[in-house]
C-alpha cells in the first residue's frame, strides 16, 4: 500500500510570497492530519480533517494559513503571505478511523527567506 | 493542558550498548502514549503505543517502554543498539484521551557510534 505522500519534498520562498503544500493520504483514510515542527522544536498540531470536514483546527497560527481538502481526497495548506517564522517541516498524517495510529509522510521543509 | 517533556535532546552511544531515552508527561485524563522514530530523510513511524493493560509495551526492532503513572513517564528502552538505530526519536501523548491530536515531545537525537 502507497504511504502518505507530501509534496514538495523542499521548498525554499521569499518573505511575503505563497506557497502551497499538498498531501495525498493513504486510500480510504478519512481522518487527514497536518501538524508542524518549527526551528527543532516540538511537532505540534496544526488541523485535523474528518473526509472533507474540518473537525480541530485549533492548532493553526494565524489566518496566513488555509488547509482544504475538496473532495476527502487530499488535502493542501496554503501559507499566504509567507514569514520567516513560517519555516519549518509541515508533516501531514493520515488515519483510516478515529482511534487508529497516525501514518505519517516524509514532510515538506519550508524555507523563508 | 496536557504536555511532554523529552529530558535528553541528545543521546550518543556506542553499538550494542544498553541506551533509555526519558519521557515524562502530564496529563489530566487517561493518557494514550507513543513513541515515534524519524530515520534521515524519513517520516514519523510508530514504535510502540501504550493504550491500557500491561504497563511495559513491547515495540517494534527490539524497543521497549514502560509506562510508570506514579511517575508520570513512559522511558524507552532497548538492551543493545545497533549503528541503524541512529535517529530522531519523538515521544508524544493523545490529547483527550485519543490518538488524535498527538502532542509530541521535542525529540531526543540517538547517535550510535562504532
Known amino acids: 500500500e502507497a504511504g502518505v505522500t507530501q509534496f514538495p519534498s523542499h521548498s525554499v520562498i521569499e518573505k511575503g510570497q505563497t506557497v502551497t503544500l499538498r498531501c495525498d493520504p493513504i486510500s480510504g483514510h478519512d481522518n487527514l492530519y497536518w501538524y508542524r515542527r518549527v526551528m527543532g522544536k516540538e511537532i505540534k498540531f496544526l488541523l485535523h480533517?474528518?473526509?472533507?470536514?474540518?473537525?480541530?483546527e485549533s492548532g493553526m497560527p494565524n489566518n496566513r494559513f488555509l488547509a482544504e481538502r475538496t473532495g476527502g481526497t487530499y488535502s493542501t495548506l496554503k501559507v499566504q503571505p509567507a514569514e520567516l517564522e513560517d519555516s519549518g517541516v509541515y508533516f501531514c498524517?493520515?488515519?483510516?478511523?478515529?482511534?487508529?495510529?497516525?501514518?505519517f509522510g516524509n514532510g515538506t521543509r519550508l524555507t523563508v527567506t | 493542558a496536557q504536555s511532554v517533556t523529552q529530558l535528553d535532546s541528545q543521546v550518543p552511544v556506542f553499538e550494542e550498548a544498553p541506551v533509555e531515552l526519558r519521557c515524562n508527561y502530564s496529563?489530566?485524563?487517561?493518557?494514550?502514549l507513543f513513541w515515534y522514530v524519524q530515520y534521515p530523510n524519513q517520516g514519523l513511524q510508530l514504535l510502540l503505543k501504550y493504550l491500557s493493560g500491561s504497563t511495559l509495551v513491547k515495540g517494534i526492532n527490539g524497543f521497549e517502554a514502560e509506562f510508570n503513572k506514579s511517575q508520570t513517564s513512559f522511558h524507552l528502552r532497548k538492551p543493545s543498539v545497533h549503528i541503524s538505530d541512529t535517529a530522531e526519536y519523538f515521544c508524544a501523548v493523545g490529547a483527550s484521551g485519543g490518538y488524535n491530536k498527538l502532542i509530541f515531545g521535542a525529540g531526543t537525537r540517538l547517535a550510535v557510534h562504532p
Open positions: 496529563s489530566s485524563v487517561s493518557v494514550y
Open positions: 480533517f474528518v473526509k472533507e470536514s474540518k473537525q480541530d
Open positions: 498524517a493520515s488515519s483510516p478511523g478515529f482511534n487508529s495510529p497516525l501514518h
